[in-house]
């Protein structure tokens, strides 16, 4: 098994056991570890008819990826695989009319993925869409992160972003960019009802010039303070529940 197929940490060990425990291949916990949630863990795993290994903690720190903060709980599982193109479209096609998607334009810091994905299943996003080059998978960190958001929100890869945004353009969705330029809208006077997509740009260099080209319109987040720009998985929190907002 790859360090792939590990999950590790309280709050996505439990979300897994708790949404998807026919994943679940085992389940190991820190042999010097007694406390409400590691019971609580035990508890979920009997309740599924499975049993937790007590282990040393160098055994878990030899398994998982360096560096790994698991809080003496790990679970060896099948995880859910990105999806491609074709399901994108399915899930437009499904959604009739009220497609919700957000596009990741080259975020590559896994815990910036992890955090939008758990807005993005806090603000019943449909899909989050990034690119297979040069942007962060589902890597153990990123689920860590995403508190079993990465096993409940549709992640699709695609190989060409810009084409993407085209495809799901002619099939009746706006695309909404953010950007501070001169011909953005505020975020709130942008209408984000009906079928309806949000491209968040990259850590520090925003959206590239292709992707804004490929948006129906730009728009930004009024700021009070003195600051310009907001790290990329709170502004998408800010955008993505705006449209929360007015879509309910």
Known sequence: ??????????????????????????????????????????????RNGLRAQ??????????????????????????????????????????ANSAFLLFLDGVTDPHNLG?????????????????????????PAVRKVAVGAAETVPFVQVTNLARTLELVREMGVWVYGTALSPTAKSLYDTDLRGNVGIVMGAEGTGLRRLTQECCDG??????????????????????????LRQRS
């Not at 360090?3 to 998807?20: C, F, M, P, T």
């Not at 720190?61 to 399915?90: F, N, T």
């Not at 806090?122 to 989050?128: E, F, P, R």
């Not at 730009?218 to 449209?243: D, H, K, R």
């Open 115 to 139: 955090a939008c994905l758990r807005s993005a299943d806090a603000a019943g996003v449909q899909a989050v869409v990034t690119t297979r080059d040069k942007s962060a998978g589902l890597s």
């Open 1 to 46: 098994m790859s360090k792939q197929d590990w999950l590790y940490g309280i709050h996505s060990v439990s979300a897994i056991l708790e949404r998807h425990p026919d994943r679940v291949l085992e389940i190991f916990i820190q042999d010097n570890r007694e406390d409400d949630r590691v019971n609580g863990i035990i508890g979920l795993a009997k």
């Open 54 to 95: 007590f282990v040393p903690k160098k055994t878990l720190d030899h398994q998982l990826e360096e560096g790994a903060v698991h809080q003496g709980v790990a679970i060896r599982y099948r995880p859910s695989a990105p999806q491609d193109e074709g399901d994108l479209k399915k899930i437009i096609e499904k959604a």
């Open 218 to 243: 730009l728009m930004y987040i009024p700021m009070a303070g003195t600051v310009q720009s907001l790290n990329v998985s709170v502004a998408t929190g800010v955008c993505l529940f705006e449209a």
